[in-house]
Every structure is written in C-alpha cells, then in structure tokens.
C-alpha cells in the first residue's frame, strides 16, 4: 500500500505563487509515473502535471509555462511549482503514484486563488 500526503495548498491572490509538497510513503522512483490532478467544485478530475520515472514530463495546456514538477527522490517527494495563478486554478489538487496501472492517490489540498 502506498501512502500519499499533499501539502502546501491555501489561500492565495490571483498572480500569486504556492508550491505544493507530495511525500510517499515508498521510494518515488518505483513508481512509472507521478502526477497532480485537480478537481474543481461540479467537475471532473484532470490532469495537471505528470513526471516519467525517466524525467519526462507533460502538463495541461492551461498550466503550461505556469506550473513546474520536479521530485526529490530521496526525500520520497513530488512538487509542483505554481506561479502567476489564476482564480480558475482554484481546486482541490491530488498527487496520484503509479506503477504499472496500479495507481494510488492522496487526501488532496485545498488551492484557493481569490482577491
């Protein structure tokens, strides 16, 4: 069983920046992908950013150029960097570990742009 704690979420101004914090409870390189996702309030899940146990990357055409993943390896660690947000970035966002097409998912943080 894999374990996942997102951390880092909260309030914040539009233009702003919040870097959230996946840990694991297993060695992250074990893993074939890691990836945040987000939910908003009446819509469904999607993908926000996605790492490749090789390094690849691959983000949502409305978080390019905004949004960073990177991992720590040793600290068991996903991040994502989120710069210049907006108010429709606002969502619940889960970090989500798998291994060949087993997935497990965090609890989420709550990510709140708003004036």
């Known amino acids: 069983q894999v374990q996942l704690m997102e951390s880092g979420g909260g309030l914040v101004q539009p233009g702003g920046s919040l870097r959230l914090s996946c840990v694991a409870s297993?060695?992250?390189?074990?893993?074939?992908?890691m990836g945040w996702y987000r939910q908003a309030p009446g819509n469904q899940r999607e993908l926000v950013a996605i790492?490749?146990?090789?390094?690849?990357?691959k983000y949502a055409d409305s978080v390019k150029g905004r949004f960073t993943i990177s991992r720590d390896n040793a600290k068991n660690t996903v991040y994502l960097q989120m710069n210049s947000l907006k108010s429709e970035d606002t969502a619940v966002y889960y970090c989500?570990?798998?291994?060949?097409?087993?997935?497990?998912w965090g609890q989420g943080t709550q990510v709140t742009v708003s004036s």
């Open positions: 989500k570990y798998d291994r060949f097409g087993f997935d497990y």
């Open positions: 790492m490749t146990s090789g390094g690849s990357t």
């Open positions: 297993i060695n992250i390189f074990s893993a074939n992908v």
